[in-house]
């Protein structure tokens, strides 16, 4: 033999170097979990608490809501409320606004995050007359099976009033878009 030493099994010579596939595999789905916990447990419950990253959710939501009054070929509108956002479908199709409404789910204001005010236009800048604390609420926001929707703005803020963010509702297109500041 040349210097290697090989190990015979059942006849056959067999070479050991390297891992195993179940080695492998394990290390792999230990570094999946730790990545997995990592993003469960620090980024959303942290961001998703904080004033702009509820009103990216609002924006998100706006937007799911005009896709389905698309799709549906239904009226759908959300109601903004101090404590919750409410999502209401029309009970029937078509271009003509219902007069009944089923509900579809709410979205939890969190703790740490107060809507202050909302507006029926679009504020697209800082600074552009923003209402005072309280108005506007509770308020609706239409979203027509055509995907247009009734211009709004939502301002919301952190519990210490330090960080503000609004979401823009634009009429013509039902596009929803969060913006840091007002």
């Known amino acids: 033999m040349n210097g290697r030493v090989k190990a015979v099994r ?20 230990i570094i999946g979990l730790l990545a997995v916990s990592a993003v469960l447990f620090v ?13 990216q959710e609002v924006a998100a939501l706006c937007d799911s809501v ?8 239904t009226y759908q509108k959300l109601e903004v409320q101090g404590d919750e956002v409410i999502h209401w479908q029309g009970a029937t199709p078509g271009m003509t606004p219902p007069t009944d409404w089923d509900l579809i789910g ?3 204001v969190p703790s740490q995050v107060v809507v ?14 923003v209402p005072a604390a309280g108005t ?23 519990s210490g009033d330090e960080i503000k963010a609004r979401v823009a509702i634009y009429r013509a297109t039902g596009s929803a878009y969060a913006y840091y500041g007002w």
Do not use: N, W
């Open 106 to 108: 709410t979205t939890p």
């Open 10 to 29: 059942g006849g056959a010579a067999h070479s050991r170097c390297g891992f195993t596939l179940i080695e492998v595999m394990v290390v792999i789905a």
């Open 43 to 55: 980024k959303p419950r942290s961001y998703s608490a904080t004033a702009q990253g509820y009103a």
């Open 136 to 158: 506007g609420l509770p308020a609706e926001i239409d979203f027509a099976p055509d995907g247009s929707a009734t211009a709004a703005t939502i301002f919301v803020t952190d």
């Open 66 to 73: 005009r896709q389905r009054a698309v799709a549906s070929r």
């Open 116 to 129: 202050a005010s909302t507006s029926d236009r679009t504020h697209m800048s800082p600074d552009d007359s």
